[in-house]
Nanobody
């Protein structure tokens, strides 16, 4: 059973920064971040391929968020800068047994429990 664990959420003022971490047990996977705000569907945020050669970011976070990974630590990071109140959501990490990342929610088999990010205005 693959375990995915997120950490690093919290409360921050608008314009601030947070870094989320995601650790998946076992071997290395293509990994993505999704988020879900109250009353809204879960949406794609960022993804990174298995060895980090390819990244993909949603248009809403381009220029503000960066996804990276350290495979020696089996950890994927989401650096979030210039945060806005509309970034407030539960952020989920997801992993898939493929070399390549995807922005499609249904292509990820392994999910974490989520970490809350709250941006105050």
């Amino acid at each position: 059973q693959v375990q995915v664990v997120e950490s690093g959420g919290g409360l921050v003022q608008a314009g601030g920064s947070l870094r989320l971490s995601c650790e998946a047990s076992g071997r290395t996977y293509a990994t993505a971040w999704f988020r879900q705000a109250p009353g809204k569907e879960r949406e794609f945020v960022a993804a990174i391929s298995r060895f980090g050669s390819t990244t993909n970011l949603a248009d809403t976070v381009k220029g503000r968020f960066t996804i990276s990974r350290d495979n020696a630590k089996n950890t994927v990071y989401l650096q979030m800068n210039s945060l806005k109140p509309e970034d407030t959501a539960v952020y989920f990490c997801a992993a898939r047994e493929s070399r390549w990342a995807s922005s499609r929610r249904d292509e990820y088999a392994y999910w974490g429990q989520g970490t809350q990010v709250t941006v105050s205005s």
